[in-house]
């Protein structure tokens, strides 16, 4: 499957790493997502639309920023997304970009949940205490240690 984007032009991905979240994005339109890296070391993916070519957000794996986050996903969100284990669950966290490094922030109360095998996925709000959604993100790990992110679930690349 082909996709446009403003950010990055046309991508092929394949139809496995469409990722639809039936009850949308908090905020957002569309329901079809695929996570794109632009390089396999990069700890960041864009969750980007494949039904709007404008739509695409920065997401990461809270723990390789937050080494004690903990997600909590409550019983009526892990049975509409068929899970039956917490080994079956992804989680992502939406982050919010700037220009400098230490405005960086991740949406940790609001995590993204999928389910790989599946492909379904739901954002959640967190039932583990004490998580905001501008969580600084670059305050805890020094840039150079931050490792890729490795989301278990297909994810296209884009040759820049």
Sequence with gaps: MQIDSTRFGSIEISDDAVLEFP????GLPGTRYALIAQSEDSPFYW???VEDADLALPVT?????FMDYEARVSDDDAKALELEGPEEANIFCVVRASDRPEEFTANLLAPLVVHAAK???RQVINEA???RVRE???SEVELNNVQPASPGVPV?????
Aim: aromatic share 20%; hydrophobic share 60%; glycine share 12%.
């Design 23 to 26: 009850d949308g994005l908090i």
């Design 47 to 49: 969750l980007h639309s």
């Design 136 to 138: 600084p993100l670059f």
């Design 119 to 121: 492909r379904v996925g």
């Design 129 to 131: 205490a004490g998580y």
């Design 61 to 65: 794996n809270p723990w390789l920023f």
């Design 156 to 160: 296209a690349a884009w040759a820049v």
